[in-house]
């Protein structure tokens, strides 16, 4: 039997922390964060583990970890941590370098959401539902999907019936500081 032996990335920590600061070396593994996760049923790893190995430098593992991509930045773990580890924050940080390293993501679906939410907020300042949902459709290739199985319609019905309750506005709102946003995520996408 073939032994496998850690092949740390000495400076992976400083890298995300770099990022950050997320105070990812003051995690004493105390479970709380994936106690408190709500969709730990769908991880690879939970989020106490992949703090872990960004602290012992493995950096293959956690990138190409499904983890990170089902994490829905929730914040539940961040607002449990005994310690202030900022652990949604730390999986957005690995997202982004996963996508900036080129790894394949085990979703792609979450990954054409994930670019897609960005692109969104980054034009507008926020979150404009009315355009999101069909550029992640049309991205995500779940537009054909849902027009093969004839469950289109049924999408198109419900955004009626949101726009008719006045829950999906026509036009977005604009926000100050639009620029400002707009130079942050233009800043973490480098």
């Given at each position: 039997m073939?032994?496998?032996?850690?092949q740390?990335?000495?400076?992976?920590?400083?890298?995300?922390?770099?990022?950050?600061?997320?105070?990812?070396?003051?995690?004493f593994q105390c479970r709380k964060?994936?106690?408190?996760?709500?969709?730990?049923?769908?991880?690879?790893l939970y989020p106490d583990e992949v703090i872990r190995l960004v602290i012992l430098g493995q950096r293959e593992k956690v990138l190409h970890s499904r983890t990170i991509w089902?994490?829905?930045?929730?914040?539940?773990?961040?607002?449990?941590?005994?310690?202030?580890?900022?652990?949604?924050?730390?999986?957005?940080?690995?997202?982004?370098?996963a996508i900036k390293e080129g790894v394949p993501?085990?979703?792609?679906?979450?990954?054409?959401?994930?670019?897609?939410?960005?692109n969104n907020v980054r034009r507008r300042g926020r979150i404009f539902e009315a355009t999101?949902?069909?550029?992640?459709?049309?991205?995500?290739?779940?537009?054909?999907?849902?027009w093969d199985e004839g469950t289109w319609f049924d999408e198109m019905l419900l955004g009626w019936k949101m726009f008719y309750k006045g829950r999906m506005p026509m036009f977005p709102?604009?926000?100050?500081g639009k620029k400002e946003v707009r130079k942050i995520l233009t800043q973490s996408k480098k």
């Amino acid at each position: 039997m073939a032994q496998e032996f850690l092949q740390p990335d000495y400076g992976f920590l400083d890298q995300v922390e770099a990022a950050g600061p997320f105070d990812i070396a003051a995690c004493f593994q105390c479970r709380k964060c994936t106690n408190g996760c709500p969709v730990t049923f769908a991880m690879d790893l939970y989020p106490d583990e992949v703090i872990r190995l960004v602290i012992l430098g493995q950096r293959e593992k956690v990138l190409h970890s499904r983890t990170i991509w089902v994490c829905a930045s929730c914040e539940t773990c961040t607002t449990r941590c005994p310690n202030g580890v900022k652990i949604a924050e730390t999986m957005d940080c690995l997202k982004e370098m996963a996508i900036k390293e080129g790894v394949p993501s085990p979703q792609p679906q979450i990954v054409a959401l994930h670019q897609t939410f960005l692109n969104n907020v980054r034009r507008r300042g926020r979150i404009f539902e009315a355009t999101l949902l069909p550029v992640y459709l049309l991205r995500s290739g779940e537009l054909m999907k849902k027009w093969d199985e004839g469950t289109w319609f049924d999408e198109m019905l419900l955004g009626w019936k949101m726009f008719y309750k006045g829950r999906m506005p026509m036009f977005p709102k604009g926000i100050k500081g639009k620029k400002e946003v707009r130079k942050i995520l233009t800043q973490s996408k480098k």
